[in-house]
């Protein structure tokens, strides 16, 4: 199946500062991708869509201005946290579509972000 | 909340045995998805079905639609150590946007 590659795996940064985390499409290109955000033992839930070349769609309830999307690329999505706090500690992670036809999601192997 | 919800929360079996986890959603879907997450990681596809179907195999994996009771159930036979983990099912909200459900937690003790 089609390879999505998200890094860092893990990342430790301190309140206040900045965090950018990728998701790249390998080998197809994807016009939307998903980030999903999931606190321990708990479901996964969408934060917001990432247009190529478009501004990204927040579900309700997430800060825009707080977790920034940028798609610049047919392959690349990044969502960084900005003024990481410690409840922003959490497991990010993105999907996206070949756009084949077939419906089926490909996953990043999601990023552990953890806010000191 | 569009989120579906998953039954039981947690599964504990022994290594041989059937598991099986149930699927509810809410609103009317062109197909559903199942996904598996071992602990930690991301996730792993494992089944699509769409609404004409009623049962799909693969594998060790079975799984059911009944669209009439907006609900699905994935069937693992023989179970293994291996296959401890959480299990999503996922349908679709919007183009390509999936909204997944509360998920199994599975353990399968050897």
């Known amino acids: 199946g089609a390879v999505v590659s998200q890094h860092p795996s893990r990342v430790i940064c301190k309140s206040g500062t900045s965090v950018k985390i990728e998701c790249r499409s390998l080998?197809?290109?994807?016009?939307?991708m998903f980030w999903y955000r999931q606190f321990p033992k708990q479901s996964l839930m969408l934060m917001a869509t990432?247009?190529?070349?478009?501004?990204?769609?927040?579900e309700q309830g997430v800060e825009k201005d707080k977790f920034l999307i940028n798609h610049a690329s047919l392959t690349l999505s990044t969502l960084t946290v900005t003024s990481a706090h410690p409840e922003d500690s959490s497991f990010y992670i993105c999907s996206a579509y070949p756009g084949t036809g077939d419906d089926e999601a490909f996953f990043g192997q999601g990023t552990r972000l953890t806010v000191v | 909340s569009q989120q579906g919800e998953e039954d039981p929360q947690a599964l504990s079996i022994q290594e041989g045995e059937n598991a099986t986890m149930n699927c509810s959603y809410k609103t009317s879907i062109n197909n559903l998805q199942w996904y598996r997450q071992n602990s930690g990681r991301g996730l792993v596809h494992l089944i699509l079905?769409?609404?004409?179907?009623r049962e799909k195999h693969s594998g060790r994996l079975r799984v059911t639609l009944d669209t009439s009771k907006k609900s699905s159930s994935l069937l693992i036979t023989a179970s293994r150590a291996a296959d401890t983990a959480s299990y999503f099912c996922a349908t679709p909200s919007g183009t390509y946007k999936y909204i997944f459900g509360t998920g199994t937690r599975l353990k399968v003790l050897a």
């Open positions: 079905i769409r609404s004409n179907e």
């Open positions: 080998d197809f290109q994807a016009t939307t």
């Open positions: 990432s247009n190529e070349g478009s501004k990204a769609t927040y």
